[in-house]
């Protein structure tokens, strides 16, 4: 279940990846599914943090952090005055791109949850959050791999923001 609904995940993790910050990287990704994990367990417990029709609203964290991103690249292309290195991404903007393209692993935790039980829940989110560990040694192996990280290098600055702007839309489409 992790795999299936974490495929996306891992294009937007070498990107993250890419852009160096590895540990920040790695923090946001784990502070998101935390988040998602928390927000599901509520769910399944009958809380109902979100209504089905705010789902979508969530697409425009990832559409404002690729407009602003593209913002950038489209600034550095015309200002030759900056010699300093991107930093990498935000812990926080990592986290609430993890967020709004979680709205799907939610959907699919909640009734699962629900059906499982308090040990239940406890195994599926022990064994979550150590998959998560290694999808983000899946999304490191994937930006180190001299053909992708040359492709990311080149080309991650630009990918980067249409990537989030499409799953932004896609999330606030859907």
Known sequence: MFVVTNVDDLVLLALFFARGAVVRVV????????AILAVSVAGALGAGLL??????????????LGLRAAWQVWRRRTDDDDDQPDAGPAVLAVAAVTVANGGDNAGVYVPVFAVSGTTGIVVYSVVFLVLLGVWCLAGVFLATRPVVARLLARWGHVVLPVVLIGVGLLILLS
């Open 27 to 34: 923090a946001g990704q784990y502070l998101g599914f935390g």
């Open 51 to 64: 209504p089905e029709s705010a789902l979508p609203w969530l697409g425009l964290v990832p559409l404002f």
